[in-house]
């Protein structure tokens, strides 16, 4: 026969506190979780690193490692401001009847028509024939701008557009923004330090082709300075969310 249970009694003859015993879930499951997670952020960091990676070196195949031996000749020429070696070779291209005339765009509001002349070759007639100069170009959007006013003013159909080999495809991407139905001619200035087997090696060209690949990307999408060119509110700073401005 079958015991009675008592009051207080379990069935298997323990006594009952009276009490609900609390029971925490297992810390198991949570850090399985968080496992989980931690693996998908590794992996998608990975994969970020490796598009990244590969966009950069991308990037890189469109940098051109040698100046042009021959360049077709256009109705003009523009030289965007950066470095000197980038006027001369394009002082060069004039001179050699690669265009019939030659816009610098961004030049320092500072720098004036008398002390171009001195510093370019053969200045005093060039300035006088065939050189213009560009002063409200802040940064590349600016001189695409810039550009495409002075083109449009001229009526140029046809450019040769000189810059540095590193600056050239962020260069041309904007001025066929700006300028859609004007053929241009790259011609990219190629220094020693910007030579494709100094790249890897010397800290200072690589740290410059990642930063402008950066730039190149926002220019892709879009993402510019809230001013290009040199105007009303030029010394204002930037809207919130506006891009910084770059050059």
């Not at 001369?88 to 004039?94: I, K, R």
Request: aromatic share 4%; net charge positive.
């Amino acid at each position: 026969m079958r015991a009675q249970i008592g009051p207080g009694q379990s069935d298997t003859g323990t006594a009952r506190s009276g009490a609900t015993t609390n029971t925490r879930p297992s810390p198991a499951p949570r850090r399985s979780l968080l496992r989980r997670l931690a693996v998908a952020a590794v992996a998608l960091g990975g994969l970020g690193a490796i598009v990244a990676g590969a966009g950069f070196v991308a990037f890189t195949t469109q940098i051109a490692g040698r100046e042009p031996a021959g360049v077709k000749p256009a109705d003009a020429i523009v030289v965007l401001t950066g470095g000197p070696s980038r006027i001369v070779d394009a002082v060069s291209l004039l001179n050699e009847g690669l265009g019939q005339r030659l816009l610098i765009t961004g030049v320092n509001p500072t720098t004036s028509s008398d002390e171009m002349r001195r510093a370019l070759p053969d200045g005093e007639r060039l300035m006088d024939c065939c050189i213009d100069l560009g002063h409200k170009a802040l940064n590349t959007r600016g001189n695409a701008l810039e550009a495409a006013e002075w083109t449009r003013e001229r009526r140029f159909r046809s450019l040769v557009v000189v810059t540095s080999s590193w600056h050239m495809p962020r260069a041309m991407m904007e001025l066929s923004r700006a300028l859609p139905d004007v053929e241009l001619v790259a011609y990219p200035v190629v220094t020693s330090r910007t030579e494709p087997e100094n790249w890897w090696t010397d800290t200072g060209t690589l740290k410059l082709l990642v930063k402008e690949y950066l730039k190149y990307i926002m220019a892709t999408v879009k993402i510019r300075p809230a001013q290009a060119v040199a105007g009303p509110g030029a010394g204002a700073a930037p809207p919130a969310g506006a891009a910084a401005a770059s050059h």
